[in-house]
């Protein structure tokens, strides 16, 4: 018997649904597949998990008395050095854009191979203690990369130089710690020059020091905190003198403090080779470039451990 | 439509299933990208298991995963870890007090990589699972272990008495009284192990005459008595009692009762998880590993792991030198 439905006053047939083997075959695809997302969201969505994965993850590696497989393995190594490893590689690729200059290239790696030579006797020795039997391979993967980033510091400290001394409030002081506030202010009113300030200190050796290159970055085991707090004050200073007031110093005592070389590119030699010692300021210059360079890191969970050890490197 | 309904619901399905592995370009898994280049799964792995780092954990992970299944957690090592935790517990009790202790326990715990309590305890059920490997092969390679213990520890038996000082500095008259009496006694000729059990201050060895046991250079008497004690133990002969010696809580005498081979080796023979075998070299994890079979079906995962054993065992030879 048909079945008569009305639709805008138009009689249609309305025929009986039936199931095609087309139809089911196509049903079954789209239910294993409904599975298999919510079992992959599982998987995945599990916030411990990671959702970057090997070729042939699931393959077994080892077997016998113990089962490993590829993905196993891949992140233990994640867990480990998985971090480090993927910074290193994206910024790998950001100093082979920016780092260029083969000359400079290679003088950079034949300084570092020099200098891994003294750590070990040779740098074949070297090489061998970080697990390369090829000291060519270790140039090749390390050693040159090594020798890019270090480059690409110094580009940027070279080409940001001005910014770089604001930023970090670069300067270089003279003190002199006086007990009283009332003892530092009246020799703060003899100096009146460079000359002065070095008579100064002769006549307090125990208790002057020449703290040399400061920046806001130095440590405060070397450096009195209330000293770097107070930077933007000294670097207000245009030429070398003495500040205008006792700066009164963790410790409860009172310093006299004598800025020097407030000529900043007269001493861009030795301001950059300060900074690239701070690894505060290394972190600085690679989210720069990271950023510049659009780094973006898939998998969630290393990027959480990326954000461990500076969440400056992603957002 | 029916059927173009369930093709549409098949493709919206593949492209979730596709979005939920991860990014991937040409069938390679992307960790990170940057816009000069991707860095894949697979370049990340290759790069850290072909490094000294990589080797050693690649080495530890295969080792941890091989403790798992032949020495898998029992409820015995759980309520074992428990009790350990609680002693360490009870010890910073006493130390710290019952209202600061935990806070400086976690600080400890934190300092040491710890991120809580649970974590810190399925480490300890971890090391019961590593002694009972290392236990196993003790006790399957018991005189060739027993052989280089004695070569490299030196064991021997001491025993001691103990005179205890409320101040090591300033002795009272009847501590000093006690300490000669002791000395007198020896003289005489009384046995040490009667000496040390009427006399001794030491709870741990007076009710068994005095005696420590084995005890080899990994003992660290220094830590538990004091340098004077640890040096004195290692220089006796067999027979020989020491003079009187100053250690950190009190006086002390030791005397060696036997550094014959023969007779330690029997002694320690019954292999426990606090048998000295077990803890004496770093390294017997290497000999235990190689025991086992394990077949390596993918090169580089063969080359690092050999690597890493390779290495353990230069570090044990070189030790032995």
Redesign the interface.
Known sequence: MAEYKQIHKVEVEKKP?KL?K??IA??V??IV??V??IT??I??ADKDG??????NSS??????????T?K???E???D???AN??LN??YN??T??EITDKDAINTKVKELKQRYAEYSGSFETYAKN??YSDAKTFEK?VVVPEAKSDLLEEKYLDTKFNDVCKNYNVSYLKIVEYSKESEALKALKTVTSADAMTALMNANTSSATDLGFVCSKSSTTTVDKKIIKALSKFTSLKTDGVYKEAVKLSTGKYAVVYVYNTDKTAQKDDIVKNLLNLGDVKTDIESYY?KK???????EK?KKQIKKISDKYVD | MKAKKIAALCLASVLLLSGCGGKTVDGKSVVASTSEGNVYADDVYDTLISTNAGKSAAFQYVLDQLINKQYPVTSDMKDNASDMLDSIKNSYKSQYGEDSYEKQFKSDLKSAGYESVSEYKKKLIYSLQYAELVKHYVKTHYDTVFDDYYKAATPRVISMIKISTSDISNPTDAEKEKLEEVQELLKDGKNFGDVAKDYSDDSDTKSAKGSLGVVDTTSNLTNSYGSAINESAFSLTEGQTSDVLTGTDGYYILKCTSTNKEKIKKKLKNITIQSPLLTYDDNIIYLAFNTYDIKYKDAKVKKAVKAAVKEGLKARAEERK
């Open positions: 649904f095609t087309k139809m196509l049903l695809i789209a597949l409904v298999g997302v992959a969201y998987v995945t990671y959702t970057s994965s090997v070729q393959s077994e590696v080892i077997s016998g008395d113990v089962s490993v590829k196993g393995l891949y233990y190594l994640l480990n050095y998985g490893e993927v590689e994206a690729k950001i082979a854009k970080q697990g993967e990271l360079y659009k780094f973006t890191v898939e998998d290393v």
